[in-house]
């Protein structure tokens, strides 16, 4: 079974430039994370998916961070623009949801982004 | 305020000792706990987990301790291998609220051969 698969695996930016990383989730898992992880940190959770229902964004800034799951499965998240504080690893995480639900999260290998 | 504590930001074992990793945390509606072993460039791989209605969870090698009172759960690796050495995170969340993973700060692990 294929895990969580994220792209891309690196990106460097200069200040005040759009980024956008791209999420697909395990098969079959109906709910998506969205976390950015700061060096020494543990990971911080940005937006969480129910389906296409983004069901708990209240630690995403909105200013400048917006993210979508159209159709459900995959889903993009964006910065407009960057910031040099924005210098983090981004994780994306799927769980079986529903009737199946399960509270283990199931990790990507991350983003890790470096604006310059 | 860190509502899941690890102390320890690294531990040194021999190869073939148990390794032990602890986790603290503060709040009391915390009712399920995960243990996440991360490799370098790797996405955190989950490892164990345990409900707050049990105190003992085995898998394998792994144990996870849980004790409710002093609001502290521990980790066991026995016996510990040189693959085992990466970085593990105790995480917890409240199944009557958002479902959010709330993370320590890792400990990172290193088994000598």
């Known amino acids: 079974e294929a895990g969580v698969v994220q792209s891309p695996r690196y990106k460097i930016i200069e200040k005040k430039q759009p980024v956008a990383f791209w999420c697909n989730p395990i098969s079959g898992h109906n709910t998506l994370y969205w976390y950015r992880q700061n060096l020494g940190q543990g990971p911080e959770l940005l937006i969480r998916?129910?389906?296409?229902?983004?069901?708990?964004d209240s630690q995403l800034p909105k200013d400048r961070f917006s993210a979508e799951r159209l159709k459900g499965v995959d889903s993009t998240l964006k910065i407009q623009p960057a910031e040099l504080g924005d210098s983090a690893v981004y994780l994306c995480?799927?769980?079986?949801?529903?009737?199946?639900?399960?509270?283990?999260?199931?990790f990507g290998p991350g983003t890790r982004l470096t604006v310059t | 305020d860190q509502q899941v504590k690890q102390n320890s930001p690294s531990l040194s074992v021999q190869e073939g000792r148990i390794s032990i990793l602890n986790c603290d945390y503060t709040?009391?509606?915390?009712?399920?706990f995960l243990w996440y072993k991360k490799y370098p460039a790797e996405g955190p791989t989950f490892l164990i987990s345990?409900?707050?209605?049990?105190d003992k969870n085995e898998d394998g090698r792994f144990t996870v301790f849980l004790n409710k009172s002093a609001k502290h759960l521990s980790l066991h690796i026995v016996p510990s291998q040189p693959g085992d050495s990466a970085v593990y995170f105790c995480?917890?969340?409240?199944?009557?609220?958002?479902?959010?993973?709330?993370f320590g700060k890792g400990t990172k692990l290193s088994v000598i051969p």
């Open positions: 709040n009391s509606m915390f009712d399920y």
């Open positions: 995480a799927s769980s079986l949801g529903g009737s199946g639900f399960s509270y283990e999260q199931y």
């Open positions: 998916y129910e389906n296409e229902e983004a069901v708990d």
């Open positions: 345990i409900s707050s209605i049990k």
């Open positions: 995480a917890a969340l409240s199944g009557a609220g958002s479902y959010q993973l709330t």
